[in-house]
C-alpha cells in the first residue's frame, strides 16, 4: 500500500481541468484510482497533464479491463506498465504525490510509460496477418500461372514488407534498448527502414527493366 | 530518504519530460515548496546519474541463468525457434538480392538475372541439387509453419494435441516438398 504524502497547498489552485476530474474521481467509490496532481505553469502543460492524469487513473473496474485491454491492444505487453496501484480511501481528500514517485528515482531509465495507440497494437497486428495471408495465393498463381506483371509487382513489395516486419520484431526482442542502448536502438531501426526501402527499390527495378522476379525464380532454378 | 517537500521536483521524474514539463518542474521547484525549507538543486539526470546509473553497470556485469540450454527439448519451442530462424535466414538472401541488385549498377558490378543464370548453369548437378534442398528447405518449412501460425491466429488446433499433430505435419510435409523442389 502506497503512502499518501500531504502537497503543498498551492498545487490545488493551479489547474481547474484535472482538479474537477480528481474531484470528480474522488467522490466515486474507486478503489483502485490512484490520484495525484501536478502543478501546471500554463495551457499547454494543462492539455499534458490531462492526458497524464488520464493515464494515471484507474477505476475499480476499468483497473483490470483498461490493463486488459491495453494488452490486447498493444500486443507486446513490455512496452506497458501497469497503473494499477490500490490505495488507502482514507487517503483520498488530499492530492499529493505517493512514495512510489519519490523512489521513481531509483527506476531503471529504460522505464517508461507510454499511451497506447493501437497503430502499433491490434492495427499492426491485422495488418500482418492480412499480409501473411495473401502471400499464400500470390505464391500460388505465380508458382502455376508464371510469370504475370502484376504477381511480380505485388510479391516485389509483400515479401520484402514480410520480411521487414520480422526483421523488426527480431530487433524489438534481441536488440532493444535495454540491450544496445537507445541510440543504438534507433540507429539499428532506422538502418532496417533503409535496406527494406533499398530492397523495394531493388525488385521494383528487377520487375521493370529485368525479368520480374517469378521469372528469375523459374530460370535459376532450371538452369 | 527525501521529504515529501523537498521531493515535490522529483514529482515528474518517472516520466518522459516535455519541454513544458520542464519547465514546470523549473516553476515548482520556486513555488511549491513552503518558506522555510531548502530547495532541492539537484537536477534529474545528475540524480540518476548518482543512484541509478551504477545499477545498470553492474547489471551488464553479472552473468545470465542459463535458459535455452537447460530448457527441455520440446516440439513447440524448437519449432518455434526454427521459424524465425529459417524466416531471417529466407530474408537475409532474398534482401542480398534485391538490395544487391539495385546497388550493383553504383558499384559496377554486373548483377542481373543473365549473369545469376550463367554462374548457376557452370555448377555441377549433384552440387546443384545439394544446394537447391538447402535453399528450398528453410522456405518451405517457413511457409507450412506460417500457415500453422494463421490456423493458431483463428484458435483452431490450440490444444497440445493439435500443436503436436500439426507440428509433425508441417516437419513431413516441408521435408517431402523440399525434396521435390530440389529433384526439379
Not at chain 1, 495507440?117 to 508458382?143: C, K
Not at chain 1, 527499390?201 to 527493366?209: A, L
Not at chain 2, 535466414?89 to 538480392?97: I, L, M
Amino acid at each position: 500500500m502506497a503512502l499518501r504524502l500531504a502537497a503543498s497547498p498551492l498545487a490545488l489552485s493551479r489547474s481547474t481541468p484535472s482538479l474537477r476530474l480528481a474531484a470528480a474521481m474522488r467522490s466515486s467509490s474507486a478503489l483502485n484510482a490512484r490520484v495525484y496532481f501536478h502543478a501546471t505553469a500554463g495551457p499547454v502543460a494543462d492539455s499534458q497533464q490531462e492526458d497524464h492524469v488520464r493515464m494515471a487513473y484507474s477505476r475499480k473496474g476499468a483497473a483490470d479491463q483498461g490493463f486488459r485491454s491495453s494488452i490486447a491492444k498493444n500486443g507486446r505487453v513490455g512496452s506497458i506498465r501497469a497503473q494499477n496501484t490500490h490505495l488507502s480511501r482514507s487517503t483520498a481528500s488530499t492530492a499529493g504525490q505517493t512514495s512510489d514517485e519519490v523512489t521513481a528515482a531509483y527506476k531503471a531509465v529504460a522505464y517508461k510509460t507510454i499511451t497506447p495507440n493501437q497503430v502499433h497494437g491490434s492495427y499492426h497486428w491485422d495488418f500482418e496477418r492480412l499480409l501473411t495471408v495473401s502471400m499464400i495465393p500470390l505464391f500460388a498463381a505465380s508458382a502455376i500461372h508464371g510469370a504475370h506483371p502484376i504477381t511480380d509487382g505485388l510479391l516485389g513489395v509483400v515479401v520484402p514488407i514480410h520480411c521487414h516486419m520480422g526483421f523488426d520484431a527480431m530487433v524489438t526482442d534481441y536488440l532493444h534498448p535495454g540491450n544496445v542502448g537507445k541510440w543504438g536502438n534507433k540507429a539499428i531501426v532506422w538502418t532496417l527502414r533503409g535496406v527494406t526501402v533499398l530492397a523495394l527499390v531493388g525488385c521494383y527495378q528487377f520487375n521493370t527493366s529485368d525479368i520480374g522476379l517469378t521469372e528469375l525464380v523459374k530460370r535459376s532454378w532450371t538452369a | 530518504m527525501f521529504a515529501p517537500r523537498i521531493a515535490a521536483p522529483l514529482r515528474n521524474v518517472g516520466h518522459v519530460q516535455t519541454l513544458a514539463m520542464a519547465k514546470t518542474t523549473f516553476a515548482k521547484t520556486r513555488v511549491m515548496a513552503p518558506v522555510g525549507i531548502r530547495i532541492l538543486s539537484t537536477s534529474q539526470s545528475s540524480q540518476n546519474e548518482i543512484t541509478v546509473a551504477p545499477l545498470i553497470q553492474q547489471r551488464k556485469n553479472r552473468p545470465l541463468s542459463p535458459h535455452l540450454t537447460i530448457y527441455q527439448p520440446q516440439l513447440t519451442w524448437y519449432m518455434s525457434m526454427f521459424h524465425r530462424v529459417t524466416g531471417g535466414a529466407v530474408a537475409v538472401g532474398f534482401y542480398a538480392g534485391a538490395v544487391g541488385y539495385a546497388v550493383a549498377p553504383m558499384v559496377g558490378m554486373g548483377f542481373d538475372a543473365a549473369a545469376i543464370t550463367s554462374v548457376i548453369a557452370t555448377v555441377p548437378v549433384g552440387a546443384k541439387i545439394a544446394a537447391k534442398f538447402i535453399i528450398a528447405y528453410p522456405f518451405t518449412y517457413h511457409c507450412l509453419n506460417g500457415i500453422r501460425h494463421l490456423a493458431w491466429d483463428t484458435t483452431r488446433f490450440m490444444t497440445i494435441k493439435g500443436v503436436y499433430q500439426t507440428g509433425y505435419a508441417v516437419l513431413g510435409l516441408s521435408t517431402v516438398s523440399a525434396v521435390a523442389l530440389a529433384l526439379i
